[in-house]
């Protein structure tokens, strides 16, 4: 049943495998048919049992190695379909095997499965999609040079220590209060100024809580955690020595990214570790996650396992042609994810990194492929999407849809379900127009700060299922938004072809980098504006890591190959910086001081009950005459009522004309307005933290161009 047990030639990164006293005479660990649940690599007492699933299968092997490094097996396990298959599943127990083996898979299946034949599979070896831990490379066999044709070898699981957690009941986790944090969990902290002990990695952003903790964010959304390949990338960027950075090629979605750790056999511990300690900050975890394609890509691409698992039900094949993929998210395939098959693998890994790692939301990437049937189609009701909200785990969390795909759907406002928030990306492109200057939008734009009920509240969504940005990881840097207005994508290595041609971006007099003072004034005021618009508007405001601190990418609008200092902070501050961090602190403190900044429904314009002031009021530059309709106009102001009785009310005007202009303030009893913010003003009259002195106006005041200020009643 076995064959020969290979001689090792490495080292275990333990020491020596020393067989388990269930061994057998020969070294070999002893088997039994095993458990066809859970799926993946599961420790227990007495050994490990291995399961996973593959419909087309004759016959499978479990390869068995030392350490990732290891050249040979050290044993191969032979499952058949008496002993080690149930259903579509294949499962074995291998008793007293050691933590921290490596381990693939074979599959041989039936004639005219080109992929499966006895020559195929015995070259190629298959990664578990359920594996805890992975290798971090591809890893070539040596007698088996060619086993793939697009030029990747085997990835190999790791048995990884069960995390040894409580169960507790899972809390019902909202975004009412949130202010996210988009960041990248390698760029962080990679940077030789970053100072930590383990650099790029879970350990090292640890070290960098005290900063999001000062900074005020809530939640941090990180780019990619999930293993993913590292080599996905055009051959072009490829010759230049580039990787995948952003970590949008997911191939194992149950472990954390291994370089992201710095034991990779303690991949889940070091990531549970990792939220653990945000956990006591009070910041909570939000994960980008990628479920709607996988890293084996084309026909072309590599095959690490779907393709021979269950090729024809984890991915949309065209039906004109099998040999080829359906392609809605431009990166070769398509996951056919309202299949039964892939719907269950999806919930059961998300319920994994909620009870198990106690992640507190997801952020799904190109989510409208959810709505997809299995030829490509429109469903009217997509079963994926709320059997999600259905989950008794998945409920308890917020769920945060990319709104739109590569094939031409956008649901933004409309995605299928009840709960799902959406990236707001009409929020994202009304702003960026009005900082830039156009005319004639201030309705759009009122509409905007006001929550987006336009697309939330006739299907009874609230303010909170807006997620509002002016920047994220994938486009320009706040900085560059300002410094820049063509795409300066040339160190990709596609000639400036790719990434987006119209960004609403307004460099303010120059391209890139300059010494004009005048100029350099205007893109902090620019910066300061975004910024103050985003977290004075009503929904959850979203910022780009770096933002706060003007970082540059020198342009680039698609750095998702960049893996060096254009795409990582740099922990050397200048002046600039070190103002524009603390005018970024202090917006966040007084949104978090107003909770009519934070409203759970949408505005009236009316009085809530027991208050004497309409929730808000809108005014042109005359009191009362918002100029929706002008087409001409770029000043509007509001004035909002204190959520509570006893909260100040706040006045905010936004003037992005080339000149000032004096307006009226409401008039009020027995109290003044304090200006505490002005984006015109420099560091740091800019804004007025809480507690300290500012000067009281009545009647008229000015509002210099291109600014925002904000009043408070006292």
Known sequence: MFPQRTHLQDASPWGSIVPGPEANAEGRYRTRPGSRFPLGATVSPGGVNFCVFCRRATRVELLLYASEESAEPFQIVGLTRDANRTYLFWHVFVEELPLRCCYTWRAYGPLGVPQMSDDAASRKELLDPHARGVSDRFYHRHHAADANAAGHASLRGIVTEPLDRPDEDIEIRTLD????????????????????????????????????????????????????????????????????????????????????????????????????????????????????????????????????????????????????????????????????????????????WVRELDVD???FDLASVFARGEHGELLSTPPLPWAMEASPVLACVPLIAEAWDAGGLYHVGSFPGMTWSEWNGRYRDVIRRFVRGDPGIIGDVCTCIAGSADLYQDDDRLPSNSINFVTCHDGF????????????????????????????????????????PAIIGMRLRQARNF??????SQGVPMLLAGDEILRTQRGNNNAFCQDNALSWIDWQL????????????????LRKRHASLRRRRFLTGQPASGQTHPDVAWHGERLDAPAWHDQNARFV???????????PMLHIAFNMNDDAREIALPVLDNRSWRRIVNT???????????????????????????????????
């Open 574 to 589: 200048s002046d600039d910086a070190r103002d524009m961090l603390r005018f970024v602190r202090e917006m966040i403190a």
């Open 637 to 647: 102001a509001l004035t909002l009522a204190g959520h509570a009785a006893d909260e």
């Open 361 to 363: 939301g997801f952020r």
């Open 177 to 352: 209060d949130a202010i996210i944090y988009e960041l990248h969990v390698g760029g962080f902290t990679r940077h030789p100024s970053s100072g930590v002990r383990h650099p790029g990695t879970f350990a090292g952003l640890i070290e960098k809580i005290p900063y999001l903790k000062a900074l005020g964010v809530t939640h941090v959304e990180l780019l990619p955690v999930m293993a993913f390949d590292e080599q996905d990338i055009p051959a072009f960027a490829a010759d230049l020595g580039l990787r995948n950075y952003w970590g949008y090629s997911t191939h194992s979605f149950y472990s954390p990214h291994p370089r992201y750790c710095v034991e990779r056999s303690r991949a889940p511990q070091e990531f549970r570790e990792f939220v653990d300690a945000l956990h006591a900050a009070g910041i909570r975890v939000l994960l980008d996650v990628v479920f709607n394609h996988t890293s084996e890509a084309g026909k072309n691409g590599p095959v690490i396992h779907f393709k021979v698992f269950a090729d024809e039900a984890f991915y949309q094949i065209d039906s004109n042609d099998a040999r080829h993929y359906r392609d809605y998210t431009g990166c070769g395939n398509t996951l056919n994810c309202n299949h039964p098959l892939v719907s269950a693998f999806i919930m059961r890994c998300l319920e994994y």
């Open 477 to 516: 840097t706040l900085r560059d938004l300002v410094s820049y207005e063509a795409k300066h994508n040339e160190a990709n290595g596609e000639q400036n072809r790719d990434g987006n041609n119209d960004n609403l971006s307004w460099n303010c007099g120059a391209e890139g980098e300059t010494d004009d």
């Open 680 to 714: 015109a003003a420099e560091s740091p009259q800019d804004i007025v933290p809480d507690g300290e002195t500012a000067s009281a106006e009545r009647g008229a005041c000015r509002v210099e161009a291109r600014s925002v200020v904000v009043f408070e009643s006292r």
């Open 531 to 536: 910024l103050a618009i985003l977290l004075l």
